[in-house]
């Protein structure tokens, strides 16, 4: 019994849920305009749908949004507006900022499907029109190539594939992995024209740059030949599908630049070479915004500082970012002693001791 019940726990942990992870952390509430010509919405974000009955320039005294999944299936009301004032039937919605759109916050596999927008104008006869959403949860759909390309990985590096769909003024990008073409893929995360990203599955080991290509901050879950796929909604919601076959080249220098451990927190750095420090406080898989190396005896502690809203690493030549969010020295000397600290968002920090040795002694 005790047996059954373990082995339960563990499989309820091993289909641990797709976290969701919006960046920056204050868009976590803004609001999408649904995508594509079939208007889809992503799982765990807020997006908002037009009102196809609404007009400009038209006196109202009722707005009312409905859901109903088919024409023979119970309408459910979802809001109302009237004498100015909205009347929600669940704080999950609300009226957008303009044209009456229904906002839906934090959307759910089970909102896709079919809304009626009813507007009473005062002045004439009331107007009902339907729009369908779909919503994408972890997966997305299949869909033929337009380009397809090849590119290769090295372990220990971080490295970002270029978007072949990109256009100059992409809506949405998406990015997923696998075989695809007839079946769905993997979504790894997105990106929204108001430049808020999505982490979906893997955390920060990926991250959308505003040119939509994708930097794989870590190599953990990748298998040694992978297809990574990019989507591209246009602004005029025609979508392009462009696939990479990625295949992880064997780097015989692969651990040669790693720092030699000395205990569980302090590292010994060869002088006159370049280095790479471990980050301690990440764990592939998790999600964070913001990763950021500092030195605490430095007078201005910042060495490093990378931002994954926007892809940008800020550092002087003299450090870089490795795969896993380690950071390369690109030659060390003396200054390079003393405490460094990895920070992984606001909670996740960890300070590592470092002694720099002279290289003869390897
Ligand atoms: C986002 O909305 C939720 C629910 O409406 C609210 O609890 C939360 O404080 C909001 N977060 C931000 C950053 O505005
Ligand atoms: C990262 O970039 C985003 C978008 O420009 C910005 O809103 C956010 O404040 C930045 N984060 C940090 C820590 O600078």
Not at 9 to 18: E, M
Not at 79 to 84: D, E, G
Not at 270 to 295: A, F, M, N, Y
Request: net charge negative.
């Amino acid at each position: 019994m005790a047996v059954m019940y373990t082995t339960m726990i563990l499989l309820t942990l091993g289909l641990r849920a797709a976290t969701y992870n919006i960046c920056p952390e204050n868009s976590v509430n803004s609001t999408h305009g649904a995508f594509g010509v079939t208007n889809y919405v992503q799982k765990g974000v807020w997006h908002q749908v037009p009102c196809p009955s609404f007009r400009p320039d038209e006196a109202i005294s009722r707005v009312i949004w409905y859901k109903q999944d088919s024409p023979t299936t119970p309408e459910q009301t979802l809001i109302t507006h009237k004498r100015n004032a909205d009347y929600p039937e669940s704080d999950r919605y609300a009226f957008g900022t303009s044209g009456f759109s229904l906002v839906i916050k934090g959307v759910e596999e089970s909102d896709g499907g079919r809304y009626l927008c009813q507007i009473l104008p005062r002045d004439t006869i009331s107007r009902l029109e339907e729009i369908s959403i779909q919503a994408i949860g972890d997966t997305f759909p299949g869909g033929s190539s337009q380009v397809s390309s090849t590119a290769s990985f090295q372990r220990g590096r971080r490295q970002t594939l270029p978007c072949e769909c990109a256009s100059q003024t992409p809506d949405v990008v998406y990015w997923s992995t696998g075989e695809g073409v007839t079946t769905d893929t993997q979504i790894i995360g997105a990106r929204f024209s108001d430049g808020a990203t999505l982490q979906i599955q893997h955390g920060a080991d990926y991250s959308i740059g505003s040119d939509a290509s994708l930097t794989v901050n870590s190599l953990n879950d990748v298998q040694d030949t992978q297809r990574f796929w990019c989507h591209v909604f246009q602004s005029d919601g025609t979508l392009r599908n462009c696939d990479t076959n990625v295949q992880i080249s064997v780097d015989e220098m692969e651990s040669a630049s790693d720092a030699l451990k000395a205990s569980e927190r302090s590292f010994y750095l060869r002088s006159d070479t370049q280095q790479i420090l471990p980050c301690l406080s990440w764990t592939p898989g998790d999600t964070t915004c913001e990763v950021e190396w500092s030195k605490l005896d430095n007078p201005d502690r910042q060495v490093l500082s990378y931002n994954l809203s926007t892809g940008v690493v800020v550092s002087s030549p003299k450090f870089d970012l490795a795969s896993d969010f380690g950071l390369v020295i690109q030659s060390v000397d003396d200054d390079h002693a003393g405490v460094y600290r990895c920070a992984v968002g606001d909670e996740n920090q960890i300070d590592v001791e470092v002694r720099v040795i002279g290289r003869c002694l390897d």
